[in-house]
Nanobody, 121 residues
């Protein structure tokens, strides 16, 4: 069974930095796109950044120039480096991955459990 586990959230002051990680565990699967989403209280879950298996990236306008998404395919891990954090970045951050399970040849979206990021002085 494939699982995504996130880490790296926490409390940081405005202008600070955090690095989120999300690792996929299990056996016999291939990962296509990997994305980070976030959801603030009372708001919808929005895409923050995405990265393809080949390394092409895209970002929400609100985080361009401040956040960087990267991945290590050998470790089955995606990262989100967040710099110059603002209070409006406060949210639960979720990892999402498009995964093909090889023994069933079923492809589906998998989600992590979420990690809280709070930006406050």
């Amino acid at each position: 069974q494939v699982q995504l586990v996130e880490s790296g959230g926490g409390l940081v002051q405005p202008g600070g930095s955090l690095r989120l990680s999300c690792s996929a565990s299990g056996r016999g699967f291939y990962i296509y796109d990997m994305d980070w989403y976030r959801q603030a209280p009372g708001k919808q879950r929005d895409l923050v950044a995405g990265i393809t298996a080949g390394g092409s990236t895209n970002y929400a306008d609100s985080v361009k120039g401040r956040f960087t998404i990267s991945r290590d395919n050998t470790k089955k891990t995606v990262y989100l480096q967040m710099n110059s954090l603002r209070p409006e970045d406060t949210a639960v951050y979720y990892c999402n991955a498009d995964i093909l399970v090889l023994n069933t040849m079923r492809r589906a979206d998998y989600w992590g459990q979420g990690t809280q990021v709070t930006v406050s002085s």
